[in-house]
């Protein structure tokens, strides 16, 4: 699995912030996972390294903690921080803080994705937690506040202030041999009276310190509301919407597609979105296919959850770009031929074309593409490297300055794996090409068929040298041509061969020596071949010229014979 966008939502949301009791030393953290592709990766267990830093995005580490948490249907991880011993101890009021994350996406400890954020606010929770509670029922403005050790709060009261020994003032002024107050260390302006009205605590010297509001236990996922589709054209629209994240940091996107399937995704030009009111969202897409119906919604992701607005549609407009698809022939196991035909350019000159392929409907040329020059009119484009007993979806496409668009969509299926001895395209499989062989193509399968039994024939034309025939693999097609032209004898090997029809293909030839002998090795497969001896293509080299090759299938082996004389005839085609 490549995973490669660790995306962070709403970093943290404190699991209670309040000014009294006992807060849970605990941090909810969230967040959605991608993969390269930008897929959500869902329903997956992940490993994450959980560390806190101080100071600064390098800075030391106080505190770290390890978890195998599991994504869940819409890719979101969901964890608290906080359980490992130490996390108590951290003085949140001590400089600035970082959190960092670490994420191996096997679910081991190999972290390979990384990110560090800062702690912007500091755990008010956690800060106050050796801080005793007010009971501020029935305070007055002016009253002073004491401690009561039995409710564990400071209360409203009075308190009468106990004498203050001079033997217990350090550093007294030199001279000084008792306490007086005209000394001037201190006077009634010396003593503070604390005092409390709403969320504001007062001195009596001036001064105050607001206390932050109750931070509300109830935490919403963002509220959202599509609007409709804008700057409508032929290969692009904007979508639009609301969405109000509810006070939390919230990532939108707009899904998008052929049917309520959707299938496309993509992110707000505003994202992320925070506070409390109503943002305003967009983003233009493109690629799309004129005159085409589509469908769209908002997804928006906080801590909390997932929204998705309703569903709207809308439609792009025609575009004067005309392209149709041609149905597809020459279909191998791993290869066919297509292509199409552009009538007009739309206005504008066509920089590319070609057709794009994929084992699912309405392919793009995000998909497998050929690229077929370009201009206006008809263009063949080869399809290869494709997978046998498999269906393909074809489109051609054309790219002018306004866009890309499609032609018509049309499917076929790669053939089932060829093998020796196989029927296949008019006669049956007697050889495929190995690495050695000229012709040999990694990307595809070609070989040699082999016709039925043609019976038997001279090999023609005794007293007359030929010349330019080969013994070679790969040149029974040029040697039974050669053959054809020079010699005028009806009804002799190669002319069998070369007028033959079978199955639909008059392609058929003479093999030479070298191809006959790799037929004879797959002899038993193939059948039928008996222990005939057969003509082959190859004129002898030596002299006289009245001979040529035959293969003898007794034994493999290959004889000269003189050409007056009759034998076994098998024509072969190339595939």
Excluded at 230 to 240: E, G, I, P, V
Excluded at 246 to 254: A, C, E, Q, T
């Amino acid at each position: 699995m490549d995973l490669s966008t660790l995306l962070l939502l709403s970093t943290f949301a404190f699991s209670l912030l309040t000014v009294s009791g006992q807060s849970p030393q605990k941090m909810s953290y969230q967040a959605v996972v991608r993969n390269s592709s930008d897929a959500l990766v869902t329903n997956t267990q992940v490993g994450m390294q959980i560390s806190i830093l101080q100071g600064s995005a390098s800075g030391t580490v106080v505190y770290t903690e390890t978890q195998t948490p599991t994504t869940n249907a819409n890719g979101l991880v969901s964890i608290e921080i906080g359980g490992g011993a130490g996390f108590s101890t951290i003085n949140w009021t001590s400089g600035s803080y970082f959190i960092k994350t670490e994420m191996d996406p096997t679910g081991g400890n190999n972290y390979t994705i990384s990110g560090v954020s800062q702690l912007l606010s500091v755990p008010y929770a956690f800060a106050t937690e050796t801080v005793k509670g007010i009971n501020v029922n029935g305070a007055q403005n002016g009253e002073v506040l004491i401690y009561n050790s039995t409710s564990a709060k400071f209360e409203p009261g009075t308190n009468t202030p106990s004498p203050v020994e001079w033997s217990n003032i350090h550093d007294r002024p030199t001279g000084i041999s008792a306490f007086d107050n005209d000394a001037g260390y201190l006077t009634a302006s010396n003593y503070q009276v604390l005092s409390m009205s709403n969320d504001t605590v007062f001195l009596t010297n001036g001064g105050f310190v607001k206390l932050p509001a109750i931070y509300s236990a109830t935490l919403l996922p963002p509220n959202v509301n599509l609007q409709a589709a804008t700057d409508l054209q032929a290969f692009s629209a904007k979508l639009n919407g609301i969405v109000n994240p509810n006070g939390l940091s919230s990532n939108v996107f707009f899904e998008w597609g052929t049917t309520q399937s959707y299938g496309n995704i993509a992110l707000a030009n505003e994202n992320p979105v925070t506070g409390n009111s109503d943002v305003e969202v967009s983003v233009t897409i493109n690629n799309l296919q004129p005159n085409t119906m589509y469908y769209f919604r908002i997804k928006a992701i906080n801590a909390v959850d997932v929204s998705f607005s309703n569903h709207m549609i809308f439609n792009t407009l025609a575009s004067t770009l005309q392209i149709t698809t041609l149905n597809s022939s020459s279909i191998t196991s791993s290869t066919a031929v297509s292509g199409g035909n552009i009538t007009n350019d739309g206005g504008s000159s066509i920089i590319a074309r070609g057709v794009c392929w994929s084992t699912n409907p309405n392919p793009t040329i995000s998909d497998n593409l050929t690229i077929d020059g370009m201009g206006t009119g008809n263009f063949l484009s080869n399809l290869t490297g494709l997978i046998a007993s498999t269906t393909y979806y074809v489109r051609a496409y054309a790219t002018n300055n306004t866009g890309t668009a499609y032609g018509n969509e049309i499917n076929f299926s790669t053939i089932a794996p060829i093998s020796i001895g196989q029927n296949y395209q008019g006669g049956i499989i007697a050889y495929i090409l190995q690495a050695s062989d000229l012709g040999y193509n990694a990307d595809t399968t070609h070989g040699l068929i082999i016709s039925n039994d043609l019976g038997s024939a001279l090999w023609g034309c005794s007293g007359t040298v030929i010349g330019g025939t080969s013994y070679a693999f790969g040149s029974g097609s040029a040697n039974t041509a050669a053959i054809v032209a020079l010699c005028s004898t009806p009804y002799i090997a190669a002319r069998l061969c070369d007028n033959l029809t079978q199955g639909g293909y008059n392609d058929w030839y003479l093999p030479s020596n070298e191809e006959f002998v790799k037929i004879y090795l797959n002899r038993v497969a193939i059948g039928g071949l008996g222990n005939n001896v057969y003509w082959t293509s190859s004129e002898y080299y030596g002299s006289p010229s009245s001979r040529a090759m035959q293969i003898l299938f007794t034994t493999g082996g290959v004889a000269t014979q003189t050409k007056d004389v009759t034998a076994s005839i098998r024509a072969v085609r190339s595939f």
